[in-house]
């Protein structure tokens, strides 16, 4: 089966308010929570593997800023990230059409891009959920996991970049020895701290 080509999610038109980034966070973890109490199983979701593995936990803000077109002369970006749990049964056919039904009744448009089934029974489905303001829903329904992908609105609110240069300055600094797990020696003494911005 061919998957069709789907556009990017549309960003707000020139002129409309744009979200600021604590109002994506939320609706991205209202969206997540609401995909998941859709599928009737409430507990037991978990990251990705990226994240290791971790629970569910919206107030982390572990998301990626993926860019998702333009507004005007500026770019938009949207807060995105997935929730992943051990499949509820052998066939991915119930909670797809489960999650399906309700994308709809929520005024998505709902594609299935992904519907096969291999000889030895393992079965694969993913799904495409997008409404016109930008929200995205992806799911991955396999006879081993569920995993569904979750996208907010795009915005160019100028607090998206300073809390994305925030979260790079904290890891930055989260990666740096501290003085009591190195001891320079008298040479690195004489480095600046432009130096080590740089790395030398």
């Avoid at 995205?136 to 609105?153: K, M, N, R, W």
Wanted: negative net charge; contains cysteine.
């Amino acid at each position: 089966m061919s998957v069709p080509a789907l556009s990017d999610p549309a960003p707000q038109s020139p002129g409309t308010p744009q979200k600021t980034i604590d109002e994506l966070l939320t609706q991205w973890a209202d969206l997540t929570n609401a995909a998941i109490a859709a599928t009737g199983v409430t507990d037991g979701w978990f990251r990705g593997p990226i994240q290791n593995g971790r629970p569910w936990d919206p107030a982390a803000e572990e998301v990626s800023l993926p860019p998702c077109g333009a507004v005007g002369s500026k770019r938009a970006h949207q807060v995105d990230n997935m929730v992943t749990h051990d499949a509820f049964e052998y066939d991915p056919h119930p909670i797809a059409d489960k999650l399906t039904a309700y994308w709809e009744s929520e005024g998505f448009t709902v594609l299935r891009t992904v519907d096969s089934k291999l000889s030895s029974g393992w079965m694969d489905i993913a799904i495409r959920a997008t409404r016109p303001d930008g929200v995205f829903y992806g799911l991955t329904a396999t006879s081993d996991l569920v995993a569904i992908d979750v996208s907010s609105e795009c915005s160019t609110h100028p607090s998206i970049d300073t809390w994305a240069e925030k979260r790079v300055e904290d890891r930055w600094k989260s990666l740096q020895p501290t003085p009591s797990e190195s001891s320079p020696s008298p040479a690195a003494d004489a480095v600046t701290d432009d130096d080590r911005f740089w790395g030398f």
